[in-house]
Nanobody
Framework: HVQLVESGGGSLQAGDSLRLSCTAS????????MAWFRQAPGKEREGVAS???????QYADSVKGRVTISQDNTKNNLDLQMTTLQPDDTAIYYC?????????????????WGQGTQVTVS
């Protein structure tokens, strides 16, 4: 089993930048692909960015050019850098992980999920 804990959310102003972090613990050897998702009030969950075990990345069209997903060398920490934040970025952001090596957006059937961190942009 893998535990995921997100951090870095908060209340920001439009135009600000933000870095979200996700720390994985537990049986991290089984974790291969990771991703960030978000869910805004009254909306369905949507994928933001993903990275597979080979380092390949995928971004949602809505954030492309403003978002960068990255992992550290241990692959136990996943970051999401966001720039030029907009009110539409307001959502709960979730970290996700899966044992499959090449899982990417738009797939959302990740095995492990964090509790989420709130990001509010005004």
């Amino acid at each position: 089993h893998v535990q995921l804990v997100e951090s870095g959310g908060g209340s920001l102003q439009a135009g600000d930048s933000l870095r979200l972090s996700c720390t994985a613990s537990g049986n991290t050897g089984s974790r291969k692909s990771m991703a960030w998702f978000r869910q805004a009030p009254g909306k369905e969950r949507e994928g933001v960015a993903s990275i597979d075990s080979y380092g390949n990345t995928q971004y949602a069209d809505s954030v492309k050019g403003r978002v960068t997903i990255s992992q550290d060398n241990t692959k136990n920490n996943l970051d999401l850098q966001m720039t030029t934040l907009q009110p539409d970025d307001t959502a709960i952001y979730y970290c996700a992980a899966d044992y499959r090596a090449k899982l990417q957006l738009p797939r959302d059937d990740y095995n492990y999920w964090g509790q989420g961190t709130q990001v509010t942009v005004s």
